[in-house]
Nanobody, 124 residues
Framework: QEQLVESGGGWVQAGGSLRLSCAASGHIFSSHSVTWFRQVPGKEREYVAGVAWAFGRAFYADAVRGRFTISRDDTSNTVSLEMNSLKPEDTAVYFC?????????????????WGQGTQVTVSS
């Protein structure tokens, strides 16, 4: 069964850092895109950052550009999201998702596999 498994969420004070990981289970990332979204209760799921697997090129939402870094690891078949200078408004459940399209689409409907989500809480 093909799955995505996120890890690395937690609690941190504003200005701190966290690293999230998304591991593929039952398949390998190949020419697809892998993207991180986040969601706050009562709001739409928001695009955060994506990587086109074949080229390693990264794309970011304006809200996180310069603070977050997405990267891929071919050996471990994982995608990581390094989050620095965290702000309280970064608090959300973070999901990774996989799409057959590249570059990483911003439309959630383009993604066919989703992880279960991991909570990130940033206190002020």
């Amino acid at each position: 069964q093909e799955q995505l498994v996120e890890s690395g969420g937690g609690w941190v004070q504003a200005g701190g850092s966290l690293r999230l990981s998304c591991a593929a289970s039952g398949h390998i990332f190949s020419s697809h895109s892998v993207t991180w979204f986040r969601q706050v209760p009562g709001k739409e799921r928001e695009y955060v950052a994506g990587v086109a697997w074949a080229f390693g090129r990264a794309f970011y939402a304006d809200a996180v550009r310069g603070r977050f870094t997405i990267s891929r690891d071919d050996t471990s078949n994982t995608v990581s999201l390094e989050m620095n200078s965290l702000k309280p408004e970064d608090t959300a459940v973070y999901f990774c998702a996989e799409s057959p399209s590249a570059p990483p689409p911003r439309d959630q409907g383009s993604y066919f596999i989703w992880g279960q989500g991991t909570q990130v809480t940033v206190s002020s």
